[in-house]
């Protein structure tokens, strides 16, 4: 049985990470909007994925007998001029991502709650990709600067990912 503790934790990473997912498909309406569609294709896959993030917790809570909160999500920014600044903004959130998740793994071990610990590695891993991933498209707009060719290539090639369903919700079904 989870505790009232982890409970409310876990509730708080749901928010977060569908929150998440809010900030990515604004990004991915206002690079829609500004010609950019490789950029969007790529917030609306993340969109997609962290959608998948929260109903991984939201599948744990209810297979450990918790209790779902969904409560609302708090508004996110709608503009970013530069393909690079929404790359600063993610990798700076995920960041947080990584910390919260850290956090809820530091609380499981205290509370000995190894089930929960066991579901958060996922996470862990997946945290570094993460921001792996944006550090690495940082410092791809870093070198092609304002350089439209640079641009309209890397546009490209963010707009060739595709999305599949996560490990733990593939396995689920
Ligand atoms: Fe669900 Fe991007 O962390």
Redesign the pocket.
């Known amino acids: 049985m989870l505790s009232e503790k982890m409970q409310k934790a876990l509730n708080e990473q749901i928010n977060a990470?569908l929150w998440?997912a809010y900030l990515y498909l604004s990004m991915g309406m206002n690079f829609e909007a500004a010609g950019y569609q490789g950029i969007a294709n790529w917030y609306k896959v993340?969109f997609k994925?962290?959608q998948d993030?929260a109903m991984i917790f939201m599948n744990y809570l209810n297979s450990r007998g918790g209790r779902v909160e969904l409560v609302p999500i708090a508004a996110v920014d709608t503009v970013w001029e530069r393909p690079i600044d929404a790359f600063v903004a993610t990798l700076e959130?995920?960041r947080k991502?990584t910390a919260m998740i850290n956090n809820l793994y530091a609380m499981a071990e205290a509370e000995h709650d190894y089930a929960t610990r066991d579901k958060l590695n996922w996470?862990v891993s997946?945290?570094v990709e993460?921001e792996e991933t944006a550090k690495q498209y940082i410092d791809k707009f870093k070198l092609i600067g304002e350089n439209g060719m640079g641009l309209y290539m890397l546009d490209q090639e963010l707009g060739a990912r595709t999305y599949s369903v996560p490990a733990p919700l593939a396995s689920a079904e």
């Open positions: 990470e998440s993340q994925e962290e993030h959130h995920e991502v996470f997946e945290q993460e």
